[in-house]
């Protein structure tokens, strides 16, 4: 079935450190694949997104690439910030299908 | 604009007691979600609502159910609270079609089940 998968976290890091979450996908067909944010007590919402491959998503500063050969979609920030302490989450979503498949989730922390 | 809107923030049931989680969305959006949040499970799709008139079963559908009331509200219930059911729910709206990926949430709901 389909699914993705996250890298482990929690993932601590100092301010304007650089971050990568790895984020693979097991899918037929071509998904749209997505990160969400949740900022402490919130709800989710949307990052960024990519519905094609070799397309790049880009969103405050956070980027990630449609990998359809390495079934990836992995999030980098170049220098990150106290105030992107959260946790992300990867999902994929099929047109057909409407539903959106979620990764479990990784959480950052950005110790100033 | 609101966006989504949830209510209550916080209940504590006890178990085999009902409760009515409730959701609105002012955005005009067709279709709406309930999920739950899990520690180290993501989020996980409980019921949905691809238009009004319509409900569906997500992955974990057991032990609730949903009304769609009207175009902006869907709301969940629980008839016989289990402390399984102690999570965190969120509800969400999206366009249809292809844009469907693109959701919006709410502040979510935390329950807890004695």
């Not at chain 1, 094609?52 to 690439?65: I, L, Q, R």
């Not at chain 2, 509200?73 to 469907?100: D, H």
């Not at chain 2, 990926?101 to 807890?112: A, V, Y």
């Amino acid at each position: 079935g389909n699914s993705v998968t996250q890298m482990e976290g929690p993932v601590t890091l100092s301010e304007e450190a650089f971050l990568t979450i790895n984020c693979t996908y097991t899918a037929t067909g071509y998904p749209s694949l997505f990160w969400y944010v949740q900022y402490p007590g919130e709800g989710l919402q949307l990052l960024l997104k990519a519905t094609k491959a070799d397309d790049k998503g880009s969103n405050k500063g956070f980027e990630a690439t449609y990998r359809k050969e390495t079934t990836s979609f992995h999030l980098e920030k170049g220098s990150v910030q106290v105030s992107d302490s959260a946790v992300y989450f990867c999902a994929l979503h099929y047109n057909q299908g409407g539903k959106l498949i979620f990764g479990q989730g990784t959480e950052l922390s950005v110790k100033p | 604009n609101a966006g989504v809107t949830q209510t209550p923030k916080f209940q504590v049931l006890k178990t085999g007691q009902s409760m009515t989680l409730q959701c609105a969305q002012d955005m005009n959006h067709n279709s709406m979600y309930w999920y739950r949040q899990d520690p180290g499970m993501g989020l996980r799709l409980i019921y949905y609502s691809a238009s009004e008139g319509t409900t569906d079963k997500g992955e974990v559908p057991n032990g609730y159910n949903v009304s769609r009331l009207n175009k902006r509200e869907f709301s969940l219930r629980l008839e016989s609270a289990a402390p399984s059911q102690t999570s965190v729910y969120f509800c969400a709206s999206s366009e249809t079609g292809q844009s469907r990926g693109e959701q919006f949430f709410g502040p979510g709901t935390r329950l807890t089940v004695l």
